[in-house]
T-cell receptor, first 111, second 112 residues
Framework: DAGITQSPRHKVTETGTPVTLRCHQTENHRYMYWYRQDPGHGLRLIHYSYGVKDTDKGEVSDGYSVSRSKTEDFLLTLESATSSQTSVYFC??????????FGNGTRLTVT | DAKTTQPPSMDCAEGRAANLPCNHSTISGNEYVYWYRQIHSQGPQYIIHGLKNNETNEMASLIITEDRKSSTLILPHATLRDTAVYYCIVRVDPGNFNKFYFGSGTKLNVKP
């Protein structure tokens, strides 16, 4: 949907290792978002971006950083992965007041 | 935290209308109500949104009460493929930032 590609789709990593997830969009949307989803919860906002190099924290940002050097790419980095960051990560994009569209997610397992 | 309340689950017979309620008693005058659904482990899919008037599109209808404290999503003829988790979201919009906060949603089970 909305030309959103998340990579990788699945990843298993060890505690303490750095991990970077990528969201790529082809729609030239200004706004991009990273959410995580855990069992029994809806999506929770980690970080969002409102333009190139413009980012801000969401409700569960601890342990995560983001970067947006190009309009089409929004990277989510776990500097030192922990087991509590095992989750499914969704990227969303949007234009101003328009609805968000989401990618199909990245399933991350931290062992 | 999400500013909406939804029942955790509902059942609906195939071919019948599914009516999913949502309470948003603290909604502000300039906040929209959005509905999304999530099938299996896919990304959430946009369904419909509205401010104060009822809305209809090819997927569903949205009925918002006059006081805007609650709304109902209506799937007019539910099919098995409509089985999903449905999220009602009040858009928090500081400035031009379109942040969406999701709650736990309603799991709709459409049964044959």
């Amino acid at each position: 949907d909305a030309g959103i590609t998340q990579s990788p789709r699945h990843k298993v990593t060890e505690t303490g290792t750095p991990v970077t997830l990528r969201c790529h969009q082809t729609e030239n949307h200004r706004y991009m978002y990273w959410y995580r989803q855990d069992p029994g919860h809806g999506l929770r906002l980690i970080h969002y971006s409102y333009g190139v190099k413009d980012t801000d924290k969401g409700e569960v940002s601890d342990g995560y950083s983001v970067s947006r050097s190009k309009t089409e790419d929004f990277l989510l980095t776990l500097e030192s992965a922990t087991s509590s960051q095992t989750s499914v990560y969704f990227c969303g994009t949007g234009l101003g007041s328009s609805p968000l569209h989401f990618g199909n997610g990245t399933r991350l397992t931290v062992t | 935290d999400a500013k909406t309340t939804q029942p955790p689950s509902m059942d609906c017979a195939e071919g019948r209308a599914a009516n999913l309620p949502c309470n948003h008693s603290t909604i502000s005058g300039n906040e929209y109500v959005y509905w999304y659904r999530q099938i299996h482990s896919q990304g959430p899919q946009y369904i419909i949104h509205g401010l104060k008037n009822n809305e209809t599109n090819e997927m569903a209808s949205l009925i918002i009460t006059e006081d805007r404290k609650s709304s109902t999503l209506i799937l007019p003829h539910a099919t098995l493929r409509d089985t999903a988790v449905y999220y009602c979201i009040v858009r928090v919009d500081p400035g031009n930032f379109n942040k969406f906060y999701f709650g736990s949603g309603t799991k709709l089970n459409v049964k044959p």
